[in-house]
């Protein structure tokens, strides 16, 4: 290795630490693309191989990937009151969330529930920039899955560079063929257990084993694994880097004050190679040592020492390969760190840093959180297992019938959201005797199954005497009792019509 007065003929007298900025591309000019440029177009071109890392966060990377693939892969196994727990069933337009069915006109819960994941996601961009990039999101889970795969059957970082390189031969053939057979599979379990979500799993694995699958079922099975075997096994960062949209609008909700993975230019320019028998300090040479490893273990293939990108997912590997070099420096661990940049020019503490997370945005997006989120748990809770629409029979208005009786029809619609079947009684008021029976049984009890729904037609009758023409406000009464005996009442409004 050369000496530091080679690398850094100038070297600043003073301690303090050299003004750096992270390089900016060249403007293009009419007499063609800046190096830069044509840079950037060979990086879209070129395969990024990874290196792989051990340390604090990819130990968490791998928890994340655990922890998401058993509730991905064995939700639809669990099983809830004799059916499966998580069902989203399009058949019967009913979603099953353990003790919960949802209806199409609980749609508002859905629309809440994503209003709830959008300000999380706002607050957790805010409070530590892309976590959900870095550790959970299915293209950075898959990735590192298929990933692993690869280190496993072709090598690590210089092993894959070396067989690609080689020419086509059996050997080659062997380890590719090898490779994507081991994606496949995972990429056709992945593609069934998504469709499992959306038809009982097991009668879908019966008829899997059967080759007796419909053509949709066959269709989004196979075009689910096709994507995750397209873009973890092939694209990789570049849905991350060119397709994903949160990595366009994640620097309107990133400040000074976001923990991000960054990198301490004020302990480590000026960078350069140097011996572990030299003082650097004295040499006038920052603690990076310019190794690489930074860019050689990031997914996506940046320079973290450049500054803050876009691209950059925040997963932490450059974090761990940095730290396990600066322990073999013997220099304090820390030089790529999720910090903040304040702290990073203001020299700030991370106590410090993280008593500047709770400010203004921050606080704002909690509030709403929390709100949306009481709101959303208290609806669920107070949600009636009953639901009941009163429609009027327009094909026959009111009529006199025997008994000086005045008759009007509708038609009752029950959803049971329970999953006990329900025993109805009908009552009706708004005026004086009214009597309300169903039309086919002329009783004045329905039954409705559990998690089922039931259209009745009605009758209801008051006398004619004293009675004006015209519409009348009346109200029908619905107590519904379960086999343990639990009451809901459910009132609607609607109209009797009493003819001239």
Same mark, same amino acid.
């Given at each position: 290795?050369?000496?530091?007065?080679?690398?850094?003929?100038?070297?600043?007298?003073?301690?303090?630490?050299?003004?750096?900025?992270?390089?900016?591309?060249?403007?293009?000019?009419?007499?063609?693309?800046?190096?830069?440029?044509?840079?950037?177009?060979?990086?879209?071109?070129?395969?990024?191989?990874?290196?792989?890392?051990?340390?604090?966060?990819?130990?968490?990377?791998?928890?994340?990937?655990?922890?998401?693939?058993?509730?991905?892969?064995?939700?639809?196994?669990?099983?809830?009151?004799?059916?499966?727990?998580?069902?989203?069933?399009?058949?019967?337009?009913?979603?099953?969330?353990?003790?919960?069915?949802?209806?199409?006109?609980?749609?508002?819960?859905?629309?809440?529930?994503?209003?709830?994941?959008?300000?999380?996601?706002?607050?957790?961009?805010?409070?530590?920039?892309?976590?959900?990039?870095?550790?959970?999101?299915?293209?950075?889970?898959?990735?590192?899955?298929?990933?692993?795969?690869?280190?496993?059957?072709?090598?690590?970082?210089?092993?894959?560079?070396?067989?690609?390189?080689?020419?086509?031969?059996?050997?080659?053939?062997?380890?590719?063929?090898?490779?994507?057979?081991?994606?496949?599979?995972?990429?056709?379990?992945?593609?069934?257990?998504?469709?499992?979500?959306?038809?009982?799993?097991?009668?879908?694995?019966?008829?899997?084993?059967?080759?007796?699958?419909?053509?949709?079922?066959?269709?989004?099975?196979?075009?689910?694994?096709?994507?995750?075997?397209?873009?973890?096994?092939?694209?990789?960062?570049?849905?991350?880097?060119?397709?994903?949209?949160?990595?366009?609008?994640?620097?309107?909700?990133?400040?000074?004050?976001?923990?991000?993975?960054?990198?301490?230019?004020?302990?480590?320019?000026?960078?350069?190679?140097?011996?572990?028998?030299?003082?650097?300090?004295?040499?006038?040479?920052?603690?990076?040592?310019?190794?690489?490893?930074?860019?050689?273990?990031?997914?996506?293939?940046?320079?973290?020492?450049?500054?803050?990108?876009?691209?950059?997912?925040?997963?932490?590997?450059?974090?761990?390969?940095?730290?396990?070099?600066?322990?073999?420096?013997?220099?304090?661990?820390?030089?790529?760190?999720?910090?903040?940049?304040?702290?990073?020019?203001?020299?700030?503490?991370?106590?410090?840093?993280?008593?500047?997370?709770?400010?203004?945005?921050?606080?704002?997006?909690?509030?709403?959180?929390?709100?949306?989120?009481?709101?959303?748990?208290?609806?669920?809770?107070?949600?009636?297992?009953?639901?009941?629409?009163?429609?009027?029979?327009?094909?026959?208005?009111?009529?006199?019938?025997?008994?000086?009786?005045?008759?009007?029809?509708?038609?009752?619609?029950?959803?049971?959201?329970?999953?006990?079947?329900?025993?109805?009684?009908?009552?009706?008021?708004?005026? &004086?005797? $009214? /009597?309300?029976?169903?039309?086919?049984? =002329? !009783?004045?009890?329905?039954?409705? @199954?559990? #998690? +089922?729904?039931?259209?009745?037609?009605?009758?209801?009758?008051?006398?004619?005497?004293?009675?004006?023409?015209?519409?009348?406000?009346? &109200?029908? $009464? /619905?107590?519904?009792?379960?086999?343990? =005996? !639990?009451?809901?009442?459910?009132? @609607?409004? #609607? +109209?009797?019509?009493?003819?001239?």
């Amino acid at each position: 290795m050369s000496d530091d007065s080679s690398r850094n003929p100038e070297t600043p007298a003073s301690d303090s630490p050299p003004a750096w900025r992270p390089p900016k591309l060249a403007v293009v000019t009419s007499g063609g693309a800046s190096p830069h440029v044509e840079k950037a177009l060979a990086d879209v071109r070129s395969k990024i191989y990874p290196r792989s890392v051990t340390g604090l966060y990819a130990r968490w990377r791998v928890i994340m990937v655990y922890l998401t693939q058993i509730i991905f892969y064995g939700l639809p196994w669990l099983q809830w009151s004799g059916r499966q727990a998580v069902l989203f069933d399009l058949s019967t337009r009913k979603f099953y969330i353990f003790g919960m069915v949802l209806w199409p006109q609980d749609v508002v819960y859905l629309a809440v529930l994503l209003a709830i994941s959008a300000f999380a996601l706002f607050l957790f961009t805010a409070m530590a920039g892309r976590l959900f990039c870095g550790y959970a999101c299915p293209q950075t889970v898959y990735t590192e899955i298929f990933m692993w795969v690869e280190r496993k059957i072709e090598g690590d970082r210089l092993a894959r560079i070396r067989l690609d390189e080689q020419p086509w031969g059996l050997r080659k053939l062997r380890i590719k063929a090898a490779k994507h057979l081991v994606w496949i599979l995972i990429a056709l379990w992945t593609g069934f257990t998504f469709i499992g979500y959306f038809a009982p799993i097991r009668e879908l694995g019966a008829d899997l084993v059967g080759m007796t699958l419909g053509s949709w079922q066959w269709f989004w099975m196979l075009f689910y694994a096709f994507a995750t075997w397209g873009n973890a096994g092939f694209m990789r960062e570049s849905v991350c880097k060119y397709m994903c949209p949160y990595a366009r609008f994640q620097s309107v909700m990133v400040d000074d004050d976001t923990f991000v993975v960054t990198y301490d230019h004020v302990r480590g320019e000026p960078r350069g190679g140097r011996s572990r028998k030299i003082d650097h300090k004295e040499a006038g040479m920052g603690d990076c040592v310019d190794c690489s490893l930074c860019v050689q273990v990031c997914p996506t293939g940046i320079d973290i020492r450049d500054g803050l990108q876009y691209m950059c997912i925040g997963c932490g590997a450059c974090v761990d390969a940095c730290d396990q070099v600066m322990d073999k420096m013997h220099y304090e661990p820390g030089l790529i760190r999720y910090t903040s940049g304040r702290a990073i020019v203001d020299r700030l503490s991370q106590s410090q840093v993280r008593k500047r997370l709770l400010r203004p945005r921050v606080i704002a997006y909690i509030a709403i959180l929390l709100v949306a989120a009481a709101g959303f748990i208290v609806s669920l809770a107070l949600r009636s297992t009953l639901t009941v629409d009163i429609i009027r029979d327009r094909g026959a208005l009111g009529r006199e019938v025997a008994g000086g009786l005045i008759e009007n029809v509708y038609r009752l619609q029950f959803i049971n959201t329970s999953e006990e079947p329900l025993e109805i009684t009908l009552s009706a008021s708004g005026l &004086s005797e $009214l /009597s309300i029976v169903t039309a086919d049984t =002329g !009783r004045d009890t329905v039954k409705v @199954e559990a #998690s +089922s729904n039931r259209l009745v037609p009605v009758v209801v009758r008051a006398p004619a005497a004293d009675l004006p023409p015209g519409l009348h406000e009346i &109200s029908v $009464l /619905s107590v519904a009792r379960s086999p343990d =005996g !639990r009451e809901v009442s459910v009132a @609607e409004r #609607s +109209s009797f019509f009493v003819p001239r």
